[in-house]
């Protein structure tokens, strides 16, 4: 019968309720999972900034603000109901990201007076070559849920809240986001003050308060 | 600059969490459209552009070696 509805009901029978629940719970998982590795990942950037001295570079910064970007969005389906707005969120960011660490790497690939790779190499990778492995890795993560998780708008219907215990260790994960996040602002005040950032000290602590308005 | 596209994430975020998803939803266009103002402006180089001569990608014409 072309055009005609289908019931509601059916709708729920072909998915099984106890399959679509599985499957509702899969998705909090993987994106809860994607929120601890991004929250590493930026827990480690800070400890080389602050225990091995390395300052972050302006194209360094960006790259954890986008960081912080894939964040909000995986945590936004936490907060009500999953949803691919949020998603696309993600994916902004994860290609902002890819972005500005594929200009980066090119910008010190050949190196020169001034340019260089600079900070610890991990496995021999300096860390905006690694920038590119994660966001490829995380809008490959994304296309892979999407692959298996994709196009089932049923997954709405099924509240974060419906999984308490994931429920309660993304309300952790966001918080420690939140944290993260503040730290990092307040770093950049120190380091940037509100002109340029350079990588040559904080301007905050060399200067004194009128660093804050140097160029 | 710098500070003001982490302030409008760090806001974009704490609304997001606690408070209604419309001023969420403002902070994090106000910072995606910083983020790229600035990373134009970091990439930018009054004598070279957006350019990166650095990497030589042009091979020899034809003929002209051995």
């Not at chain 1, 950037?45 to 570079?57: F, N, R, S």
């Not at chain 1, 993600?90 to 260089?116: K, M």
């Not at chain 1, 380091?191 to 905050?204: A, D, N, S």
Request: hydrophobic share 55%; charged share 10%; proline share 5%.
């Amino acid at each position: 019968m072309l055009g005609a509805a289908v019931p509601e009901g059916d709708h729920q029978a072909r998915l099984g309720g106890r399959g679509g629940r599985f499957l509702a719970r899969l998705n909090y998982l993987y994106l809860l999972l994607m929120l601890v590795v991004i929250a590493g990942i930026l827990t480690a950037a800070m400890v080389m900034q602050y225990a091995k001295g390395e300052l972050p570079c302006p194209l360094c910064l960006l790259q954890r603000v986008a960081l912080f970007g894939i964040a909000y969005g995986i945590i936004q389906n936490f907060r009500g109901r999953f949803s691919y707005q949020n998603t696309g969120i993600s994916l902004v960011f994860a290609v902002l990201l890819l972005i500005v660490a594929s200009r980066q790497t090119l910008l010190d690939i050949y190196p020169r007076p001034g340019h260089e790779y600079i900070g610890t190499a991990i496995l021999g990778l300096h860390m905006p070559v690694w920038s590119v492995i994660i966001a490829s890795t995380i809008i490959s993560a994304y296309a892979l849920k999407l692959a298996i998780l994709g196009g089932d708008e049923h997954l709405a219907d099924y509240p974060a809240a419906e999984f308490p215990l994931l429920a309660r260790l993304a309300d952790f994960g966001a918080a420690y986001v939140i944290v993260l996040c503040l730290i990092n602002l307040g770093s950049a005040v120190v380091q940037c003050g509100f002109g340029e950032c350079h990588t040559m000290g904080y301007k905050l602590i060399e200067n004194g308060l009128p660093g804050l308005w140097l160029k | 600059m710098m500070v003001a596209v982490f302030a409008t994430m760090a806001l974009a975020i704490l609304v997001g969490q606690f408070g209604p998803r419309w001023l969420a939803a403002l902070f994090l266009t106000a910072c995606i459209g910083l983020f790229a103002w600035l990373f134009l402006f970091e990439i930018y180089s009054p004598e070279w552009g957006f350019r990166m001569p650095w990497l030589q990608t042009l091979l020899g014409a034809p003929g002209r070696e051995g």
